[in-house]
């Protein structure tokens, strides 16, 4: 009875708040920051739990009711309308676009990527796996208005062009081991009925991820042709589907994600065992590292990445013989683990709106780095 009372009281302190802002929505501009570029209306929903921050930072502790609160919680933010990503654009069809991919920005010219930045970084990544005897491949995983600009609002696709493969792609470095996807993901996502990324979701489904990795692999064999060739039917390739994708997704607790995802015995090349190495309270189960050893008898693969990773990693397991699965951290991957695992091949997946950022170089001599420290103070 207690807890009832308990999960009761504090849904009331979530949901009310939720509610009040919803009704005065239309009425309340201070409220609803609206940003208008021609007619495009994108609304900044960051605001929508503010008055229960304090209520927030105590559900992060464990007591008695927690897990029914946290899903009355999940359901009612859904419910209202509101989500975790600050703004939502709303496209054609009901699909649905993270401006957390800086959609408006980069096409309006306020935001550049950084591609020296990223060439020196990568570039010493690379040299410092090839000291290993690692061969090295970068990939970027496309924004999805990049792969769907047709499915935006009508006037944003219309007023701007989003080419398949930005330019940029040209000024990567050419001693770069650079994997592009862009061509390859854009084909298939002009087939009839293909769709290879989530509606409402940011990242590609596992029929996007299926191809991502399939591409991947295939240029990894052109150097090493003993690596199983990654050939799945669909039937086979649904199988290594982790969960739908949404945007009322990214507001469940871990726990709830973890529900939802597809079980080890269940995958196309389901792993002969699977352990946590480093274990993170970060937001998914990708910012653990792990040690997934399976029944190929490929060689052994480092994959360095993010969430888009989180949602195609499984096929990997098909072609190589252990897959030791981390987190790039924005940069701060933990190299000694790296090296402790020897790996034979090395794939670094970054998505495109990471670009934007100036990712922590562990290669940096440690006088720059101390700079760069005093320089934040």
Not at 113 to 134: H, M, R, V
Not at 181 to 196: C, E, M, S, T, W
Not at 254 to 264: A, L
Not at 277 to 298: A, C, Q
């Amino acid at each position: 009875m207690q807890d009832k009372l308990i999960t009761y009281l504090f849904s009331a302190f979530i949901i009310l708040p939720s509610l009040l802002y919803v009704i005065g929505i239309r009425n309340d501009n201070q409220v609803t920051r609206e940003k208008k570029i021609g007619q495009v209306e994108i609304r900044n929903l960051k605001d929508v739990f503010k008055g229960s921050e304090k209520i927030d930072t105590k559900l992060l502790k464990e007591f008695p009711g927690r897990p029914e609160l946290m899903q009355v919680g999940f359901k009612s933010r859904i419910w209202l309308g509101a989500y975790s990503t600050p703004k939502v654009i709303h496209g054609r069809n009901s699909w649905k676009f993270t401006s957390g991919a800086h959609v408006v920005d980069y096409a309006i010219g306020q935001r550049t990527y950084d591609i020296p930045f990223w060439n020196k970084l990568i570039s010493e990544t690379q040299s410092f796996f090839s000291t290993l005897g690692a061969d090295f491949y970068f990939l970027i995983a496309p924004n999805k208005h990049r792969i769907y600009p047709n499915r935006l609002p009508p006037y944003l696709e219309n007023y701007f062009q989003f080419q398949n493969t930005p330019d940029y792609i040209s000024h990567i470095d050419p001693n770069i081991s650079f994997v592009n996807l862009f061509p390859v993901l854009k084909r298939a996502a002009n087939k009839r009925g293909d769709i290879i990324y989530h509606r409402s979701g940011t990242h590609w489904n596992w029929r996007g991820g299926y191809i991502a990795a399939q591409h991947a692999i295939d240029k990894v064999r052109e150097s090493n042709h003993f690596i199983p060739k990654l050939e799945l039917s669909l039937e086979s390739q649904k199988k290594g589907k982790l969960m739908d994708d949404s945007f009322e997704d990214m507001v469940a607790p871990r726990k709830e994600r973890r529900k939802h995802s597809v079980h080890n015995s269940e995958l196309p090349c389901p792993p002969a065992t699977d352990s946590i190495l480093v274990k993170r309270n970060g937001p998914t189960p990708m910012w653990d590292t792990r040690l997934i050893k399976t029944h190929s008898s490929g060689p052994r693969l480092l994959l360095i990445g993010d969430s888009f990773t989180e949602f195609n990693y499984r096929f990997y397991l098909c072609s190589f013989s252990e897959v030791l699965m981390m987190h790039h951290l924005n940069g701060r991957w933990d190299k000694k683990i790296a090296e402790q695992f020897e790996p034979d091949v090395v794939i670094y997946e970054v998505v495109e709106r990471f670009l934007h950022q100036k990712f922590t170089n562990i290669f940096a001599p440690a006088e720059k780095k101390k700079k760069r420290r005093n320089d934040r103070k």
